[in-house]
């Protein structure tokens, strides 16, 4: 069954991206027809929170080039507005959305208007050339105090900044107190975005003689973007087309809908004519959707003989100004406390969660969607207990962590665990930590200031329909694979989860190649087209595998079941005594009867060989929706080393470690690659990546110099080994993979800070763990 | 506002003559994506900060958005599109396509243009050498593991 699944192989389709030949949205030639396309430009507020209005536009519609000045009352009946009802978080606050905003912009970058012009430059120019009056309003932004009394109000006629409440979990209080170690933690998370590198962007075509839409974009999730824009702009859901071609990085980011991107769409339809969007790099830092503002303060109960008791969280969260539509902002925050404590068994959770509006760009999920979150409290109370307990981080760990023989287990969070490999993966680290302790202790000895952290996670990937169905929301949960059997023997596939460069497509391409019996290379996936492909949810919450894998295999079942029906028919046997080998189909004895080119020829141009009444359909579409399981919780641990250089207060990460067990690994070597990745964008989080906004509300981190992403000087290698432990509930065994990296290393890199300087008696508490913090904690400065 | 000030200029761009007439404030980037069709090169930041711009400009790596289309004038230009001409260029081609050096593939051209100039200068790098030349590449993707590996498996390769 598994001659393709498993094996490391590249992904066929780099080969253009290495040569130069990717087709990323902006690489489109012009967009001819309608009078040729405009570039968008769009003056944003300057201001986190302030009333305005145009007092002249003709000087930038005078401007060379310009084509179109639209503000919002150009696009009503364009494009509707949006809020973010959620059927799951009843009274969650959602103020409305406009493509532009309607003379009030509630944040910092927010677009108030559209510049339409021959090129990008042009368009700029005029922007410039948009005479507003600008009255400033009282802006909150800062998290600390957005809910206090007195705090301004982000938009007007709200009782108060709290967006949404609520509690879960059940009363602990006697608990802590008969409890014989009780440790607390608080850690401030700073917000930060995808950083993408290919910007989000946009080519829409509007063709009114039909009325339909046809959208090229950097985006992860067609279908989806294809519901919003049919409702938003009033059109049938079959004349919008939505193309993603080449995706340069999603994490979340590009799955959103974005008052720019619908006004660029809304401007195509008001014009008649293909307007151009790409945002460049500081209107991306500002306007992308920023992610994991928390103030999380956490208590962990533990007994006399170190188990864990309970874990007592409190999480105040940032949202920004709207929550973000389809998904809302407040899920990051109930994913980071339905992540608190999953590694370990324990009796007693209670969390409370505040959600604070802000006038700043609204928050959404990205990468790891909360878990780094949960982990980040869990992991520091975990290293704290250890700690007081006087024992070593990882043997308080193998006490606790959740047994194999405890699953599955619903935990008091009320997460179902099942088929995770906590002691496998802790044995396969110490192995791969093998040295390390005496290194550290060498290294002090040297008056080097080391440390190690550990930091154990699980993440609930590839969640179903439950989760976004029941909100409201249109986003899928299911995902089909169209497959064809081409005359040249070779399967083409038409999936409609989506390519980010994650290499679902390869890996798809391997589970076809297994379930049909062809050679992966002749297997050849599309995606990320809405009229070439079927409904699906495109990339999210680390799906591709476990569910459209899935979909990849029934349709290659399928498939099969049709050629050997057709090959019996043909050779007058039956289907049962024929299989598949290499694209060949082979009798009882082994024998090669004929190849699947063979059989495709003979159904396409020489029908008259068939017998009467077989009609084989060479292209079959399989669908799949897990029906049990509500999310695919994946499990691992990480551990981190750095040096700490007690005079400059810079953190250097010297190694970092992770074991990690997603299930069935497609390939190893993409997964391998996509652990690596994420591993970095946590480090990044924990050591560098702020969006910054100064005490007036401005954004400071508008450029690749201020927000500070990690570059190849700064990182380590970084050793990763898998364990396989597949989902029993599926055929393939997938769970989901891309995540989990960038879950645990913050914590790991927090908790290997903290162990350099638990000698100084110092304990940080906030992410990025900047040079100067170090510094103010040491006393330094 | 006046019309667009514009230069004519000649220059050679993958081993071919061109010749352009080019907006004076237009970036060397930006003429060779929308004057030429070369579309290889990706402009990641337009700020001079993630290096997927980078080209070959009279034999040294340059960052396509911080120099001007009319600085191209009697230069020689070379682009990914053109990288693998050379064993180095595609040596590495090569090891990052087997190594799985890339996801998204945006910022591959400007590491591969960046890592062949590292080879062409330094046959035997460390990978602390490696790590070092290539610090000025903002990957999003791959945490550059795989990327230093891939280098120096093409090293390795065009030594033996």
Known sequence: MTAWIGRRLPRAETRRLVAGRGRYVDDQAAARGGGGESHAAFLRSPYPHAEFHFTDLEAARAMPGVDAVLTAEDLVGVCRGWTCPDLVYPGLVSPEQHPLAPGRAAYQGEPVALVLASTRAEAEDAVERIAVEWEGLPACTELASALEPGAASVHPGLASNLGWSTQLGTDLDAVFAAAALVVEAEIGFARVTGVTLEPRGLVARWDPSVGALELRISHQMPHQLQLHLAELLGVDQARVRVICEDVGGGFGLKMHVYQDEMAACAASKLLGRPVRFIADRMESLMADIHAREHIVRGRMAVDAAGRILGFDVDDLQGLGAYSIYPRSSTREALSALHAVGAPYKFGHYRARLRCALQNKVPTGQLRAVGHPIGCAITEALVEAAARARGEAPLAFRRRNLLAGADQPWTSPSGARLFGLSHHACLERLEAMLAGVDAEVAAGRAAGRCLGLGVAALVEFTAPGARSYGASGAPVAAMDSVAATLEMSGEVTVRASVSELGQGIRQGLAQVMADAMGVDAGRVHVTSGDTQAVPHGGGAWASRGAAIGGEAAWRAGVALKAVVLRAAAALLQTVPERLRVEAGRVLDEAGQDRMGLDEIARIVTLRGYELPDGVQPQLSVTAAYRREQDANLPNNGIQACLVEVDRDTGMVRVLRHWVVFDCGRALNPLLVEEQVRGGVVMGLGEALWEACEYDAAGQFVSGTLADYRVPMSAEMPDIAVALVETPYEGSVVGAKGAGEAGACAAPAAALNAVNDALAEDGVVMTALPITPLAVLRALGRV | ?160
């Open chain 2, 1 to 160: 506002m006046d019309e667009e000030a514009t230069l004519r200029i000649a220059s050679t761009v993958n081993g071919r003559a061109v010749r352009s007439l080019v907006p004076v404030r237009q970036s060397l980037v930006d003429w060779l994506r929308d004057g030429l069709g070369l579309t290889g090169t990706h402009v990641g930041c337009a700020h001079g900060a993630c290096g997927a711009c980078h080209v070959v400009l009279d034999g040294r790596v340059v960052r396509g958005c911080l120099v001007l289309a009319v600085q191209a004038d009697g230069a020689v230009v070379g682009t990914i599109e053109h990288a693998g001409a050379s064993p180095i260029g595609a040596a590495l081609q090569d090891a990052f396509f087997e190594r799985a050096a890339l996801q998204c593939g945006f910022c591959t051209p400007g590491m591969i243009l960046q890592a062949a100039e590292l080879l062409e200068a330094d046959p035997a790098p460390s990978r602390e050498a490696i790590r070092e030349a290539l610090s000025g590449n903002l990957c999003r993707c791959t945490g550059y593991h795989a990327i230093i590996d891939a280098v120096e498996t093409a090293a390795s390769r065009l030594r033996a």
